[in-house]
C-alpha cells in the first residue's frame, strides 16, 4: 500500500478558504491518479475530486465544483486541494488516495472514486465555526 500524508486542514468561518496538501513517500505522486474523498461525521465517504496522472485532466463532485480546485505540483510531489467559499457542510475529514487501473481505466475514470481506492492517507480535519 501507498503511504500518502495529507496536511493542511483546520477550522475555518463559512466563506473561508483552506489549501489542503497530500504527499507522498517513497514513490512519485506524478505516475498515480489522486483523488481527495473526504468523510463527514455520520455520513458516508463522497469522493469531491481527482487529478489524472495522464493528462491532468480532473472531475469534482457536483457539491464542490466551482469553489474546488484539485491540482499537482511535480517539483514538490504534492497534489493540492485548494478550497474557496467554504460551506458548514464542507466540514470533514479530507482524505487523499489512489487505486489501481480496472476495466481499462484509470482510477479517476472508475466513479465514485471512494470504491475504486487501494491506498489512503490518514486525513486532515477540515472543522467549520461561526
Known amino acids: 500500500q501507498l503511504q500518502l500524508v495529507e496536511s493542511g486542514g483546520g477550522l475555518v468561518q463559512p466563506g473561508g478558504s483552506l489549501r489542503l496538501s497530500c504527499s507522498a513517500s517513497?514513490?512519485?505522486?506524478?505516475?498515480?491518479?489522486i483523488g481527495w474523498i473526504r468523510q463527514a461525521q455520520g455520513k458516508e465517504r463522497e469522493g469531491s475530486s481527482c487529478?489524472?496522472?495522464?493528462?491532468?485532466?480532473?472531475n469534482y463532485a457536483d457539491s464542490v465544483k466551482g469553489p474546488f480546485t484539485i491540482s499537482r505540483d511535480s517539483a514538490k510531489n504534492t497534489v493540492y486541494l485548494q478550497m474557496n467559499s467554504l460551506k458548514p457542510e464542507d466540514a470533514a475529514t479530507y482524505h487523499c488516495?489512489?487505486?489501481?487501473?480496472?476495466?481499462?481505466?484509470?482510477?479517476?475514470?472508475?466513479?465514485?472514486?471512494?470504491?475504486?481506492?487501494?491506498?489512503w492517507g490518514q486525513g486532515t480535519q477540515v472543522t467549520g465555526y461561526s
Open positions: 488516495a489512489t487505486g489501481e487501473r480496472r476495466h481499462g481505466l484509470g482510477y479517476c475514470g472508475l466513479l465514485p472514486i471512494e470504491q475504486g481506492s487501494d491506498s
Open positions: 517513497g514513490f512519485t505522486l506524478d505516475y498515480y491518479d
Open positions: 487529478i489524472s496522472r495522464t493528462d491532468g485532466s480532473t
